[in-house]
């Protein structure tokens, strides 16, 4: 077990283009998260897999955001003509859902988005 | 809504000193309680937890406990090392009101002299 990985590291887009991530969760967590973190705040909440069903959006994920988790294993998040507003570090966290660790949350080294 | 307040840094010790950092939240149902610490360049750990009132957390040296009465979970270490130096996030999840999120505080940075 590897842990979380996030790919990739780091993105550097101009304003207008589409940006794809992908979040690889620990093998047998069924429940996957995306959070938001821009400089000298907490984590935001963005959406909530459950298996392959996205069951909690944010209200900050505005029409121009899309998350996918097609096979309940990886998950891409996408975001259609960026703004620079949208450069933070984008975090993806796992977790078990079940069990006494099932609220443990573990998250990964996240994408640093820089939309120019 | 759920939110977190936690205590504004930074927070600069001297090695060997005394470590609080406050914490205290409102919580439409009945959270459980984290501590995650972010060392530099590395990402979110889970550094201890509580799941319901009068829990206490440990890991490393450090504890908090889980006060209902006073929605808090205030993060404590008798002596901290200049290893511990980070930013520490206090977080809840309110999974009893059917959401599973993590609500995070803004964060508190912690530099630790020698």
């Known amino acids: 077990d590897t842990g979380v990985s996030q790919d990739p590291r780091h993105k550097i887009t101009k304003r207008g283009q589409n940006v794809t991530f992908r979040c690889d969760p620990i093998s047998e967590h069924n429940r996957l998260y995306w959070y938001r973190q821009t400089l000298g705040q907490g984590p935001e909440f963005l959406t909530y897999?459950?298996?392959?069903?996205?069951?909690?959006k944010s209200r900050l994920l505005s029409d121009r955001f899309s998350a996918e988790r097609p096979k309940g294993s990886f998950s891409t998040l996408e975001i259609q003509r960026t703004e620079q507003g949208d450069s933070a570090m984008y975090l993806c966290?796992?977790?078990?859902?079940?069990?006494?660790?099932?609220?443990?949350?573990?998250f990964g080294p996240g994408t640093r988005l820089t939309v120019l | 809504g759920d939110s977190v307040t936690q205590m504004e840094g930074p927070v600069t010790l001297s090695e060997e000193a005394f470590l609080t950092i406050n914490c205290t939240y409102t919580a439409t149902g009945y959270p459980s309680l984290f501590w995650y610490v972010q060392y530099p360049g590395e990402g979110l750990q889970l550094l201890l937890k509580a799941t319901k009132a009068d829990d206490k957390g440990s890991n490393k040296g450090f504890e908090a406990t889980y006060r209902k009465e006073t929605t808090s979970f205030h993060l404590e270490k008798g002596s901290v090392q200049v290893s511990d130096s980070a930013v520490y996030f206090c977080?809840?999840?309110?999974?009893?009101?059917?959401?599973?999120?993590?609500?995070f505080g803004k964060g508190t940075k912690l530099s630790v002299i020698p």
């Open positions: 897999f459950q298996n392959e069903a996205q069951l909690e």
């Open positions: 977080a809840l999840s309110d999974s009893g009101a059917g959401s599973y999120q993590l609500t």
């Open positions: 966290a796992s977790s078990l859902g079940s069990g006494a660790l099932g609220n443990e949350q573990f």
